[in-house]
T-cell receptor, first 114, second 117 residues
Framework: EAQVTQNPRYLITVTGKKLTVTCSQN?????MSWYRQDPGLGLRQIYY???????DKGDVPEGYKVSRKEKRNFPLILESPSPNQTSLYFC???FGLGAYNEQFFGPGTRLTVL | AQTVTQSQPEMSVQEAETVTLSCTYD???????LFWYKQPPSRQMILVIR??????QNATENRFSVNFQKAAKSFSLKISDSQLGDAAMYFC??????????????FGTGTRLTIIP
């Protein structure tokens, strides 16, 4: 089954404790992206990747890191989480290359930083 | 930068009736894509319908259709014969067509739709 998976689905942590949210897709997609969803703000892009080893900032990259060492994986890293990073996070992927390609979303990760 | 505005935070409709969700956007580009996504309580983002700006014909998908007014920069979603399963948060989204790098979706703030049995 073609899908984007995220782990964990739920996470409660404390300020300053490094964490990684994993994202994996099995569709051989070139393009991957991370969004965060906050009430009243919709979804906002954090980082994106056009291909292996090619990543760039989105609209709200502060406090986040990403890597793309393999085509299928695009982990989101919070080196020192803070309470303002409490949010619902989505990973998305598509074939990219500029033409219309549907973006497939993962199931979301609910993160709470105390 | 592009912006997407959904002015109705909440809407409700009687089951089997028709409801229209509003969306306006601001852009200086002439070629782009517009989308409606549905987010049920499961939180999964589900693509409902899309429209390519260069196409004048309004997109339809079964009970879902859009009213795309390019000059007015308006993109409303009509749901006909509303069903209980349509209850969800609906997001309007914009994507540039010409950007061959970032395929960023710019989202509105969402409209929560309640279906009244």
């Amino acid at each position: 089954e073609a899908q984007v998976t995220q782990n964990p689905r739920y996470l409660i942590t404390v300020t300053g404790k490094k964490l990684t949210v994993t994202c994996s897709q099995n569709m051989n997609h070139e393009y991957m992206s991370w969004y965060r969803q906050d009430p009243g703000l919709g979804l906002r892009q954090i980082y994106y990747s056009m291909n292996v080893e090619v990543t760039d900032k989105g609209d709200v990259p502060e406090g986040y890191k990403v890597s793309r060492k393999e085509k299928r994986n695009f982990p989101l890293i919070l080196e020192s989480p803070s309470p303002n990073q409490t949010s619902l996070y989505f990973c998305a992927s598509s074939f990219g290359l500029g033409a219309y390609n549907e973006q497939f979303f993962g199931p979301g990760t609910r993160l709470t930083v105390l | 930068a592009q912006t997407v505005t959904q002015s109705q935070p909440e809407m409700s409709v009687q089951e089997a009736e028709t409801v229209t969700l509003s969306c306006t956007y601001d852009t200086s580009e002439s070629d782009y894509y517009l989308f409606w996504y549905k987010q049920p309580p499961s939180r999964q983002m589900i693509l409902v319908i899309r429209q390519e700006a260069y196409k004048q014909q309004n997109a339809t998908e079964n009970r879902f259709s859009v009213n795309f007014q390019k000059a007015a920069k308006s993109f409303s979603l009509k749901i006909s014969d509303s069903q209980l399963g349509d209850a969800a948060m609906y997001f309007c989204a914009y994507r540039s067509r010409g950007n061959f790098g970032n395929e960023k979706l710019t989202f509105g703030t969402g409209t929560r739709l309640t279906i009244i049995p």
